[in-house]
């Protein structure tokens, strides 16, 4: 794995290229598609439901990812708690990111599980929200100490 500064990669710009692979690559699909060849990537088709679920997903957390949302802002808040190890932002980031990836999957899952009745889009939305509030705080306080 590649490591950049943040004065390569900034806050905007990591968030827009997840917020784009969410919504045009199905999640099973992202590390098939990062070729360090220099060689394009041929996708297969993914299932519809699975982009529809990430689609949805990407709508309902954009808004808390902008930088004036609550997401930047817990993470520069963060900065005052202690952590056993070194805290920056593009490791909370990511760390936060790989939480959240679990979500779509969760809701495709439950919506295999109950296809009499699928989580509707309000219970996505109130879904993903909560799964958004979980992951921020384990990403920001998963290496803090205890005391």
């Known amino acids: ?23 045009t690559l199905p999640l099973d699909l992202w590390e098939d598609a990062e070729s360090f060849t220099g060689t394009p990537v041929i996708v297969p088709d993914p299932a519809p439901d699975i982009l529809a679920i990430q689609q949805k997903f990407a709508d309902v957390i954009a808004p808390h990812l902008q930088p004036e949302g609550v997401v930047l802002q ?28 679990r979500v779509p999957r969760i809701i495709a899952e439950y919506n295999d599980q109950h296809s009499d009745f699928p989580m509707t889009p309000d219970q996505v939305e109130r879904f993903s929200s909560k799964r958004l509030v979980f992951s921020i705080l384990w990403a920001i306080v998963g290496d803090a100490r205890g005391s």
């Open 1 to 23: 794995m590649v490591w950049f500064s943040e004065d390569v990669l900034n806050y905007e710009m990591y968030v827009a290229r997840y917020l784009g692979k969410m919504r």
């Open 74 to 101: 817990t993470i520069q808040s963060s900065f005052a708690v202690e952590h056993i190890m070194i805290f920056s932002m593009m490791r909370c980031l990511s760390c936060f990111f790989a939480l959240l990836n």
